[in-house]
Every structure is written in C-alpha cells, then in structure tokens.
Nanobody, 125 residues
Framework: QVQLVESGGGLVQAGGSLRLSCAAS????????MAWFRQAPGKGREFVAG????????YYTDSVRGRFIISRDNAKNIVYLQISTLKPEDTAVYYC??????????????????WGQGTQVTVSS
C-alpha cells in the first residue's frame, strides 16, 4: 500500500524558511520521480517542483525558482522541499506526489498517481 506522508509545514513570517518532508512507503521509491504541488484556498493544484528518480534533474515553476530547493534521500525514502524567502502568496497546502511510470515531470496533475494528505504552509506578512 502506497503511503506518502508530508510534514514540516507551519506558520512563518514573510522572509522565513521551512523544510517540508515527504516520507514514502509501499513502492520502490528510488525508481520513481517525485514532485511537490500546492493548493491555495479557492485555487487549483499548482506544480511547484519535481525531481528525477536519481535526484540529478530538478524542475521548478518560475515563481519559486531560486527560493525553493527539492531534494531526495533514496536511502531514507524521503523527498524534501526547502522553502525560503517565503511570501504571503506561498500560503497553501503542499502535497507530494509520485510521477506515473512512463510519464515525465510536467505541471499537470494527470501525470501523477499517488498523493499525500498535504501539509499547510501559512506565511504572514
């Protein structure tokens, strides 16, 4: 049974940082690309960052590039999202997800199959 469990969210002031974690189980973690999405109140789910199975390739949406860093530890089955220089518009529930076998990291949810329950990030101004 696939499980993705996010943690690390919280309330932070603008300019602050957080490190989000996603602990994975129930599948061969090192064989799957992973990604983070986010969903703000009243909005659709938005791609944030993705990472290849090896960790060698990373992808970011323009609004977070240079502020967020995605990484993974295949020995621990964890994918991380270091989020820095936070802005109020970064407020959202952050989800980790697995890229479907045979698919690539793209900013559309149909390329992803398993999702975690999300972790709330709230940035105050």
């Amino acid at each position: 049974q696939v499980q993705l469990v996010e943690s690390g969210g919280g309330l932070v002031q603008a300019g602050g940082s957080l490190r989000l974690s996603c602990a994975a189980s129930g599948f061969t973690f090192s064989g799957r690309a992973m990604a983070w999405f986010r969903q703000a109140p009243g909005k659709g789910r938005e791609f944030v960052a993705g990472i290849s199975w090896s960790g060698e390739r990373t992808y970011y949406t323009d609004s977070v590039r240079g502020r967020f860093i995605i990484s993974r530890d295949n020995a621990k089955n964890i994918v991380y999202l270091q989020i820095s220089t936070l802005k109020p518009e970064d407020t959202a529930v952050y989800y980790c997800t697995t890229v479907k076998p045979g698919y690539t990291i793209v900013p559309v949810t149909t390329s992803y199959d398993y999702w975690g329950q999300g972790t709330q990030v709230t940035v105050s101004s």
